[in-house]
């Protein structure tokens, strides 16, 4: 019957539209994005010439969750790495170099662990840290935190966390960063020692006079 038939193709174009409408919306999850507190860099040193800014090189930044583990996950692990390799990951805008001045006046929470090869923990540790600062986990203290590095040597590998205000006023903040990172790392046999990057510059020998130890 004629009068049926626009009954008919309306029922079908519903089906069809409900049919787009779901695909939109199933488009639409999976590009959604979880956005971050701050956007980051990921800097890569690697050491071949004697300048140290010529070594360092800006890799990608981020500012979603998926897009911080789509490049994680696209790197090699700092077990991995050659000798005389850091990954650095800093606040955008911010270079990881004590004379960035959002440095000059900070410090660096430190781990020093066996070289990244032979120890089983460095990949851990590290991932942890990272997903740490990137998620702001240490509370009003999250604005204080600029970056982590990862230095890989023969000798040992380092992890630290840098802070932006290493004055001793200041003591009870930096100390419940440091405290954040042992929770975070999930031991307490790790030494964590705490320096400002004034005596890390002007330091004699392999270590500078920690402000603080956990």
Request: hydrophobic share 35%; glycine share 6%; proline share 4%.
């Amino acid at each position: 019957m004629v009068e049926g038939e626009p009954a008919h193709k309306s029922n079908e174009l519903s089906k069809e539209e409900n049919q787009q409408s779901n695909e939109e919306a199933a488009s639409t999850e999976l590009v959604v994005r979880h956005p971050l507190e701050n956007k980051w860099t990921l800097w890569f040193y690697e050491n071949k010439n004697k300048n140290w800014e010529d070594n360092v090189h800006e890799v990608a930044s981020f500012d979603t969750v998926e897009d911080f583990w789509c490049l994680f996950n696209h790197i090699k692990p700092p077990s991995q790495l050659s000798m005389n390799c850091d990954y650095n990951y800093f606040k955008n805008g911010i270079k990881p170099m004590w004379e960035d001045p959002s440095n000059t006046k900070g410090g660096r929470w430190l781990l020093q662990l066996p070289a990244a090869k032979s120890n089983p923990y460095v990949d851990e540790y590290w991932k942890n840290i990272i997903m740490s600062i990137i998620g702001e986990v240490y509370n009003e203290q999250s604005h204080e935190i600029n970056g982590a590095i990862v230095n890989v040597r023969g000798k040992g590998t380092k992890i630290a966390v840098w802070t932006n205000n290493a004055s001793k006023d200041n003591a009870e903040n930096i100390l419940a960063i440091g405290k954040k990172i042992r929770e975070i790392l999930g031991s307490q046999n790790e030494k964590l020692v705490y320096e400002s990057h004034t005596d890390t510059a002007t330091k004699v020998g392999s270590f500078a006079k920690p402000a603080f130890v956990l």
